[in-house]
């Protein structure tokens, strides 16, 4: 019975939220976005969230539901942001880019994980899924990340 509420509560959660992300207030859109990313392995989230990433009202929307979505740092998230990456006007796609590289340009671990989830995606039979991932593949290959991780077998200190 436990699992039947907690199903019952997260569509509740989803259709709130997808309710609140056609607020006309882009804060509320926002709100919106990065609660529904909690929710992108849920097929009826899938949708919101794409509206959201590619949001017409306000690019701060853009982007917060992008960084949220980018943050899961799975294949749910990342085919959605790469699905938007394919749709997106040039502007929005300017705001996506901005909330790859604001997620995934400080740990290297990070960006390779997401390049290799990208990877996978690239090969999706859904054609949005696919374009988005082969341009996320290569904004991935110019992100230049801040920390790197030890490579296996190197003494630490200085070089």
């Keep these: 019975m436990g699992n039947q509420v907690d199903r019952g509560l997260r569509h509740a959660s989803v259709r709130a939220l997808t309710e609140l992300g056609r607020s006309d ?11 529904l990313a909690g929710f992108a392995e ?5 949708g919101p969230l794409l509206e959201l990433v590619l ?3 306000d690019t701060h929307v ?9 943050r899961r740092k799975d294949r749910a998230g990342l085919a959605i942001v790469a699905s938007a990456l394919a749709a997106a006007d040039p502007n929005r796609h300017d705001w ?17 994980e997401a390049a290799e989830v990208s990877e996978a995606l ?4 859904d054609e949005h899924v696919s374009l988005g991932a082969r341009q996320l593949l290569q904004i991935l290959g110019e992100i230049d990340p801040v920390l790197r991780l030890a490579e296996r077998g190197a003494a630490p200190g200085p070089a």
Excluded: H, K, W
């Excluded at 853009?62 to 980018?70: F, G, I, S």
């Excluded at 690239?122 to 039979?125: E, I, L, N, S």
């Design 25 to 35: 207030d882009y804060r509320d859109r926002a709100d919106a976005g990065r609660g």
């Design 42 to 46: 849920m097929p009826e989230a899938a």
């Design 55 to 57: 949001d017409n009202g």
């Design 62 to 70: 853009t982007r917060v539901t992008a960084q949220a979505l980018l």
């Design 96 to 112: 996506i880019c901005t909330a790859i590289i604001d997620v995934l340009s400080v740990f290297s671990s990070d960006r390779d």
């Design 122 to 125: 690239a090969r999706d039979t």
